[in-house]
């Protein structure tokens, strides 16, 4: 069996080790704690896949450090959320219907804690909360609920997390991140890293704003920007949507204070990426049965065809080095250490230059084509109240 070159074992580790410190970082300290829980939830496929693809390097590359997942279905789970519709595992009627169920019995849960005097009452109390950042949606209930790895009961094989109530998801939640907790300290530990470095950026000046609103009214809204009475497919854009802009506005400014741009780097591409790869198929699936607007359509199909877009979508080598930490051999032997990150990006193809350009103009695109489409509905929603 080949052997992977130093430099390129090097790199792996160093990409898992600023991930690592991001999350642990985000998940203890103080000056966080005003971001830190929507931004887990916002951000949770992201640490899904540092943990399940972390374990894998560390097997790889240091056999004396097993790690045990004692919740790896979930973790994995989560993980392929990062996907969105980028899925080949799964159709995109499969993943839309998974979604939506999930989706269901949040609003379900939701729904339990409002006390009416009649049914209809309840058809048009707040079941879905709305978090913004600079008024742009990072994350609603919904989106959390399908992040963090729970599958409906029609799919689930889990028993842990096959019901949906206030006391079988904090033993959910709890569980995975204690998980999460250990292979991060774990990893610290092994690569000998400092938790808490003596030096950090700026504190964090970010705020999440709180918002509700009926889900019925909200999906409504966005559908018809898309396709009138599509909730599947609404929710599918507002899965697009958290993904893209807290990957753009939360990713970079908790990046900054920790010290972890490669961190950064690494989650808003893969971020675009998917993002950009699920909006082609939904381009596609459209042209086999009409599920969009023709505005819609032709917007998507422009923002897909920018030239930073198009650059980003052809880096699928850079994209699995990036999810998986593994560095081919033949891409190895091209790493360089005077370069940053050790010269990957110029290995796949083209200047570090030109691919931070092109990750921040396709970012700006993407996220702006999708604020189109939600923009009405979060503009109705009501600002939460203490």
Excluded at 279 to 293: C, E, G, M, P, T
Excluded at 327 to 349: C, I, T
Aim: with cysteine; hydrophobic share 45%; net charge positive.
């Amino acid at each position: 069996m080949a052997l992977t070159s130093p430099l390129a074992r090097q790199l792996e580790f160093e990409l898992l080790a600023s991930d690592v410190v991001f999350f642990a970082g985000l998940a203890v300290r103080p000056e966080l704690e005003s971001i830190r829980s929507i931004g887990l939830l916002a951000l949770m496929p992201f640490a899904a896949a540092t943990v399940v693809e972390g374990v894998g390097l560390v097997e790889r590359g240091r056999p004396s450090s097993q790690i045990r997942l004692n919740h790896e279905e979930l973790l994995r789970t989560s993980r392929l959320r990062l996907k969105v519709l980028d899925d080949d595992a799964k159709g995109f009627d499969e993943i839309l219907r998974e979604a939506s169920a999930i989706a269901a019995a949040s609003t379900g849960l939701m729904m339990k804690l409002h006390r009416g005097w009649a049914a209809w009452k309840r058809l048009i109390q707040p079941d879905l909360g709305v978090y913004l950042v600079a008024n742009r949606m990072i994350c609603t209930t919904h989106t959390a609920a399908v992040n963090i790895g729970l599958r409906s009961q029609a799919t689930q094989r889990n028993p842990a997390a096959a019901s949906f109530t206030f006391e079988t998801l904090g033993r959910h939640m709890y569980a995975v991140s204690v998980q999460m907790g250990q292979f991060f300290g774990a990893v610290l530990s092994a690569l000998q890293i400092d938790p808490a470095p003596a030096s950090f950026g700026p504190p964090p000046n970010l705020a999440i704003e709180s918002r509700d609103t009926s889900s019925g009214r909200f999906y409504s809204s966005v559908g018809r920007n898309l396709r009138a009475n599509d909730r599947a497919t609404s929710l599918l854009v507002t899965l697009m949507v958290s993904q893209t802009n807290s990957a753009r506005l939360l990713i970079p400014v908790i990046a900054s204070f920790l010290n972890t741009d490669s961190a950064a780097l690494r989650l808003r591409f893969l971020s675009v990426f998917h993002v950009t790869s699920s909006l082609q198929k939904l381009v596609d699936r459209h042209h086999l049965s009409a599920i969009l607007q023709p505005a819609a359509v032709s917007s998507t199909q422009a923002a897909l065809r920018t030239a930073d877009v198009r650059r980003i979508r052809r880096l699928r080598g850079l994209r699995n080095i990036f999810m998986h930490y593994r560095v081919p051999q033949e891409l190895g032997r091209s790493l360089r250490a005077d370069l940053p990150l050790r010269g990957v990006v110029e290995a796949a193809g083209g200047s570090f230059g030109d691919f931070v350009s092109a990750l921040d103009q396709s970012e700006m695109v993407i996220s702006d084509l999708l604020e189109g489409f939600v923009s009405e509905a979060v503009g109705r929603s009501r600002l939460t109240t203490a």
